[in-house]
């Protein structure tokens, strides 16, 4: 099974320009911890995970102060990222070993959409069963 069968296609994204408080809605909305930052041609340019903007948060007097802060400013950048052909297992494997949590997948270095850690553990357990 390839990541193209189990990646979340439509998926929000970030710009340079988001804002902490950006970040934060979009995770509360889609209900995803952790986003992709883009730029105008749809090239995942950092990540920015839930643990990013709580560590900032301790780092910081409190959320209010971040609200207008760029989120960029707390995201990882140049994100590890795989193509839609990747199997499953490898990607598993890949995001364990170096310790991420969101996967941007990418065609054409171009995102097209992402997967976190447990859609991965999920769909081996899907193709086991």
Not at 29 to 34: A, D, E, K
Not at 118 to 123: E, N, P, T
């Amino acid at each position: 099974m390839t990541l193209r069968e189990v990646l979340h296609a439509h998926i929000p994204t970030l710009t340079r320009e988001s804002t902490f408080r950006d970040a934060v809605d979009k995770m509360d909305v889609y209900q995803f911890p952790g986003l992709v930052i883009v730029d105008e041609d749809s090239r995942p340019t950092h990540v920015v995970t839930e643990g990013d903007l709580c560590r900032a948060v301790g780092q910081q007097s409190g959320v209010l102060v971040l609200s207008d802060t760029p989120v960029v400013d707390f995201a990882s950048p140049d994100p590890v990222c795989e193509g839609p052909d990747t199997e499953i297992s490898d990607a598993l494997h890949l995001m364990l070993s170096r310790g991420i949590s969101v996967l941007p997948v990418v065609q054409e270095n171009r995102l097209m959409g992402m997967l976190l850690r447990v859609d991965l553990m999920q769909a081996l357990l899907m193709d086991v069963g």
